[in-house]
Protein backbone atom coordinates (compact mmCIF):
# COMPACT_ATOMS: atom_id res chain seq x y z
CA UNK A 1 0.00 0.00 0.00
CA UNK A 2 1.10 3.53 -0.86
CA UNK A 3 1.47 5.52 1.99
CA UNK A 4 1.81 9.39 2.17
CA UNK A 5 5.53 9.43 2.71
CA UNK A 6 6.31 7.61 -0.34
CA UNK A 7 3.90 9.76 -2.15
CA UNK A 8 5.23 12.74 -0.73
CA UNK A 9 8.88 11.57 -1.54
CA UNK A 10 7.61 10.67 -5.46
CA UNK A 11 6.15 14.04 -5.90
CA UNK A 12 9.63 16.06 -4.70
CA UNK A 13 11.85 14.15 -7.06
CA UNK A 14 9.41 14.39 -9.93
CA UNK A 15 9.60 18.35 -9.19
CA UNK A 16 13.12 18.34 -8.81
CA UNK A 17 14.30 15.97 -12.23
CA UNK A 18 11.18 19.22 -13.82
CA UNK A 19 13.49 21.54 -12.50
CA UNK A 20 17.02 20.47 -13.71
CA UNK A 21 14.87 20.33 -17.25
CA UNK A 22 14.04 23.92 -16.74
CA UNK A 23 15.76 27.01 -18.87
CA UNK A 24 15.06 30.53 -19.34
CA UNK A 25 12.39 32.16 -21.57
CA UNK A 26 13.88 33.06 -24.91
CA UNK A 27 14.19 36.70 -26.43
CA UNK A 28 13.07 38.13 -29.22
CA UNK A 29 13.21 41.56 -31.58
CA UNK A 30 9.40 43.41 -32.00
CA UNK A 31 8.97 45.85 -34.50
CA UNK A 32 6.55 48.48 -34.07
CA UNK A 33 3.93 48.85 -36.80
CA UNK A 34 3.39 52.87 -36.09
CA UNK A 35 6.91 53.64 -36.26
CA UNK A 36 9.33 50.63 -37.22
CA UNK A 37 10.87 51.10 -33.82
CA UNK A 38 12.68 47.64 -32.62
CA UNK A 39 12.54 46.10 -29.53
CA UNK A 40 13.95 43.65 -27.35
CA UNK A 41 11.62 41.46 -25.47
CA UNK A 42 10.60 38.22 -24.05
CA UNK A 43 6.65 38.53 -24.75
CA UNK A 44 4.67 40.59 -26.97
CA UNK A 45 4.25 44.41 -26.28
CA UNK A 46 0.60 44.30 -27.54
CA UNK A 47 -0.95 44.66 -30.69
CA UNK A 48 0.95 47.28 -32.12
CA UNK A 49 3.92 44.96 -32.45
CA UNK A 50 5.06 42.45 -34.59
CA UNK A 51 7.93 39.46 -33.98
CA UNK A 52 10.66 40.79 -36.19
CA UNK A 53 13.39 38.57 -35.35
CA UNK A 54 14.93 35.71 -32.58
CA UNK A 55 14.67 33.31 -30.37
CA UNK A 56 17.59 35.11 -28.87
CA UNK A 57 19.69 33.76 -25.53
CA UNK A 58 20.20 37.79 -24.15
CA UNK A 59 18.22 40.62 -23.31
CA UNK A 60 19.86 42.76 -25.95
CA UNK A 61 18.65 40.23 -28.91
CA UNK A 62 22.61 39.81 -29.57
CA UNK A 63 22.85 35.82 -29.55
CA UNK A 64 20.99 34.01 -31.35
CA UNK A 65 19.24 30.63 -29.98
CA UNK A 66 20.44 27.61 -31.34
CA UNK A 67 18.10 24.61 -31.14
CA UNK A 68 19.26 21.41 -29.79
Request: glycine share 8%.
Amino acid sequence: MITFRKLGVTALLACACAALLAAPAPWFTWRSKADGKLVCHQTPLGPGWEKAGGPYRDSHCMKLLIAK
